[in-house]
Each structure stands twice: as structure tokens, then as C-alpha cells.
């Protein structure tokens, strides 16, 4: 199998980890030899509830009986997705009521740029240094890390890149911007949180020259953070968010939410200026109905502030300089990059999945399911602790 995999599969990076999967349950995932690994990714922050939620996998097994794809995007009214579009705006501030759903994040950035561009009539978007809202040529586009910009460039004109948490650079907002694009906790950066009311000052300057605030909650979205999402902790209400990841509960899934007013503007001029075969999925949609109601029923999304701080009490050791974020969206930040890899490497022989920041070769990504235990969390904490203490006596 893993020949196969090296051969067959085009690669992301020069050394995978290569984990063949047997299946995955709770929060832990086997291996093809049964060994069980606790789960500190979550799929990358995807796995909400966990692996084979019973709510979730119940969700999609009725669904496929009633029936799967049956039109593009928009045309019919499918129940999944209606359900799903009130649930999320039932659960927002009244200028984010219509949502539009996608196959992924990435995809949802587009849809949200498109919009800003649209609605505005302006074409300049202003985006943070640093920042991360996905792959695709636009999404990327309003990526500001240049190592990983530079080798597909040209890519879309009028980008402006500010330094995220820097006042000053808010000068650069003008009549001339669509939007300012940011994400509300920085994530392939480090996890950095706005500081100072950073993103009210944002969406004072963007009101102020009629430009339109979006903030990616694709990470920090879907209760990671001790709120249904992120901004919510900074008393800022933007015009559009962006979501994705968790929203799935592991399935496939993005939405751009915005008030009906913006959203309207995508109906003519052009018509289907902005369409999709498969965004809102009615399987994929009937999955994060589920993980919704189940996250919004119970009390994971508040125990995510409790958990972080049992995390950070537990986390302290020499090597560690600090840890960064909210909630379980938490990176430990070691003295170098060399040691966040053997600390990850180590981990995974120890039976814990642990993973890298895009941007921070210092971090160390702890993001498990919101449905991970105490219990667990001491275990997996150990297991860091225990690494940690081996890289330290190699020093």
C-alpha cells in the first residue's frame, strides 16, 4: 500500500507521514497494525465531534437513502440544505443571514472575494501578511507568504498586504478597497489572536470608506474557539465570514455568510456569475446539520475554554516559550523549528498525533476534537511532556 501511495497519490510534501489508516473511532485513529494513535489534529481542526460521531454517521446513512446529488447548486429546494442555512443564521447576528455553501474553505474565499468585488464595485482587496485562507489561485492570492506565492505567480492583480495586529497600516484602506480579508485568529502564522480591539478598528476604517470586512472563520469557526465562532470573542461583527473545516464534522464543506442585501447582488449582473455543482451536498449538508445541532445541544463549545486551561497547565516545560490561541485551537511554541519536529516525531512513535503550522516552524499544532476528555487530554499531554524531555537530554 504504501508503494502504491508514493506512486500514485501526487504528494504535498517531500516526506509524508505515511500512516496507513485502518479506521478511526472517538478520539483515536488505527493504524493498519492496530496501533491506536490519539488524535491532537483533528483532520486539521476538521474532525468537530471526533471520528464516526454515531449522530453524524446516522445523519449521512439517512440521507443516502433519500437520495444524494440532484441538481446544481441553487435550483432545487433540498431539505438538507435549507435546514442547514437556518441553523447557521438562527445562530449569527442578523447582518449574517444568507448563507452560500461550497465544497471547502478555499472554495468559500473565492465565493467571498467575488462577492466584496461585486457588491462594492471596487476590485482592490487588502489581506495580512502571514495569513492563510487556502490554495486555489485566488484564495492564494490573498495568502501574504510570499515562499509559497512566489513559484505559481502571476496570480490576481490589486492585493495589498497589511501587517495583522499593526494599527497604523490601516491607512492603506481606502475608497479604492473591496474588502479587507483576514483571518480572526492568524493560523498558519502561529495562532495569533487580535490584540488591542485590532478587528473593530478594522471594521471601524472599512465602514468608514465603504469597504467590506471578511473574516475566515474556517479554523477558528465552529465552536474551537469557546464560541460558535471566533469573532464573537472580539465583539466585532464583520459583513462576510467565511467558514469551512469543522463544519463537516470530517465531511467536506464551506459556506461564505453574509447579509441577504450583499448576498442578493449575485443573482444578475451577471446571472450565474457565481454557481457550483456540488456545493451544499444534501449528504454532505445532512453531516453538518448533525454536527451542528449536537455542538449547539450539548456543552462541548463552552468545555473548550475548560479544556484549554487544564492543556496549559499541563504544557509547561523548558522548551516551551509559549502557547498560542483559544480554546483547542492551541500551538505550543518551542525555541526552534528542529525541536517542534522531533517533539512531533517522537509523539507519533509514542502513539499521539501532533502536527505543523504552515508559517511557524516553531509551533507545535494541538487541535483534537472538541469531544476529546480530560482524560485524554492528560494522556496526550504526557506524551508531549515525555518527548519534550527526550529532546532535552539530547541538548
Known sequence: ???????????????????????????????????????????????TLGHNHPKISQAIKNQVDDYTHVMVYGEF???????????????????????????????????????AKRFTGRSEIIAAKNGYHGNTQGAMSVCGAEAQNSAFRPLIPGIRFIEFNNSIDLNKITNK???????????GA???????????KVLDKCNKVGALLILDEIQSGIGRTGKLFGFENYNTIPHIIVAGKGLGG?????????????????????????ITTFGGHPVIAAAANA???????ANLIEETLIKETLIRKLLIHPLITEIRGKGLMLAAIV?????ASKVILKSLDKGLLLFWLLFEGKAIRITPPLTITKDEIFKGCNIIIESLNEVLADY
Not at 191 to 199: D, K
Not at 291 to 297: I, V
Open 291 to 297: 454536527t451542528l445541532k449536537e455542538l449547539l445541544s
Open 335 to 339: 525555541e526552534t523549528k528542529e525541536i
Open 177 to 187: 478597497t473591496a474588502a479587507v480579508i483576514l483571518e480572526t485568529i492568524q493560523g
Open 77 to 115: 429546494i433540498q431539505q438538507p440544505q435549507v435546514v442547514l442555512c437556518k441553523l447557521l443564521a438562527d445562530n449569527l447576528p442578523d447582518n449574517l443571514e444568507t448563507v452560500y455553501l461550497t465544497n471547502s474553505g478555499t472554495e468559500a474565499t473565492e465565493g467571498a472575494l467575488k462577492l
Open 190 to 200: 502561529g495562532f495569533i489572536e487580535p490584540t488591542n480591539n485590532y478587528l473593530q
Open 1 to 47: 500500500m504504501k508503494k502504491h501511495f508514493f506512486k500514485h497519490l501526487a504528494q504535498t510534501s517531500p516526506h509524508p507521514l505515511a500512516l496507513e489508516i485502518s479506521y478511526a473511532n472517538g478520539a483515536y485513529v488505527y493504524d493498519s497494525d492496530k496501533k491506536a494513535y490519539l488524535d491532537f489534529i483533528a483532520g486539521v481542526s476538521a474532525n
Open 250 to 274: 470530517g465531511m467536506p464543506i464551506g459556506a461564505f455568510i453574509s447579509s441577504f442585501k450583499i448576498m442578493d447582488c449575485l443573482k444578475e449582473h451577471p446571472k450565474l456569475g457565481h
